[in-house]
């Protein structure tokens, strides 16, 4: 298949490296000294686990033109850099499809009002990565623990999104096709801003998390509130594995959390924390809209949320009634 990947940045340079080793047609759009070290240097992966590393040479541009044909389109950006990207995107009516592989609390609309409904699809990376030294060091996650997912907006099981998922798992990726991606984005959201939250109320650090009781229990207590307002929004829990959080007790869940923020990974699993601020805060303020619409008191997620910015704020509701 033949793909473009826009976004250089961490995770956009694990896939297309990744996708070109497997024999796949890669293009990477950048721009500036990325654009540069790319085409000077390709892309230096190094794997976590084992400590390989790879070089990757890549065809690298630095715009998409309206007659430029690709089998996909995957955008791998922060979601505050979406809506300046859709204007090029619907200009180049050659590509069919466009997947937007990342955090999402507001839905499609503004992708299919933009590119239309059948050229959308959305996704998720099965990965974490950050720069060390030269190169990008990264961990794919397991199938059990979070497979790369991607979805058709209808749900189905298309030629296209099968043909995209062939291409991912050849490349190494675990994947994971998804019956109601938007379902699974919200609720990944709802997870996911908690989370950071308790990594910022606890310093900054994993390890720091791992010791911090008080953060882990409002990071628990926040995101069983934010599964409260998907159901009170008529939105499952996605996938339904995830439903543990709302029935187990919380000191079992707590132990789980604790483990989880101090394995071997977790530093590169939460590497991207902090230099995603502005994306956290626009995400909140998504997700805030879901709950005004639920109508119901989240005081965990208010209190949590407080810890996205500096100086804190209180993201108010009434904002988005």
């Given at each position: 298949m033949r793909f473009l990947v826009v976004g250089a940045g961490n995770i956009g340079s694990l896939y297309a490296a990744k996708l070109a080793q497997s024999a796949q047609e890669v293009t990477v759009l950048a721009r500036g000294a990325r654009l540069d070290q790319i085409r000077g240097h390709g892309i230096v992966l190094e794997d976590a686990v084992s400590g390989e590393r790879t070089r990757?040479?890549?065809?690298?541009?630095d715009r998409l033109d309206p007659d430029d044909a690709y089998d996909v389109v995957l955008v791998i950006l922060p979601k505050?850099?979406?809506a300046e990207l859709?204007?090029?995107?619907a200009a180049n009516d050659r590509t069919p499809s466009v997947m937007f592989f990342g955090n999402n609390a507001a839905g499609p609309a503004a992708m299919s009002d933009a590119l239309g409904h059948d050229r959308v699809l959305l996704g998720f990376p099965g990965a974490a990565a950050v720069p060390h030294e030269d190169a990008i060091r990264y961990v794919i996650t397991s199938a059990r623990e979070q497979p790369t997912t991607l979805g058709e907006l209808d749900g189905s099981k298309s030629a296209r999104i099968i043909a995209i998922a062939s291409a991912l798992e050849a490349s190494g990726f675990p994947v994971s096709v998804s019956a109601n991606i938007d379902a699974w984005l919200k609720t990944h959201v709802a997870k996911i801003l908690p989370t950071v939250c308790a990594l910022f109320q606890a310093g900054g650090h994993p390890e720091q998390l791992a010791a911090d009781d008080e953060a882990l229990r409002l990071m628990l207590r926040a995101i069983r509130e934010g599964f409260q307002v998907l159901r009170a929004n008529g939105i499952p829990i996605t996938p339904r594995n995830h439903r543990v959080l709302e029935w187990l007790p919380e000191p079992v869940l707590l132990f789980a959390m604790r483990r989880m923020v101090s394995g071997e990974t977790a530093a590169i699993k939460f590497g991207h924390a902090e230099q995603g601020r502005a994306e956290w805060v626009l995400l909140a303020e998504e997700f805030g809209q879901l709950v005004?619409?639920?109508g119901i008191p989240t005081p965990s997620i208010d209190a949590a949320y407080r810890?996205?910015?500096?100086?804190?704020?209180?993201?108010?509701?009434a904002q988005y009634a």
């Open positions: 990757t040479p890549l065809h690298v541009v505050q850099r979406i859709l204007p090029m995107l005004a619409q639920a810890y996205l910015s500096a100086p804190q704020r209180r993201l108010d509701r």
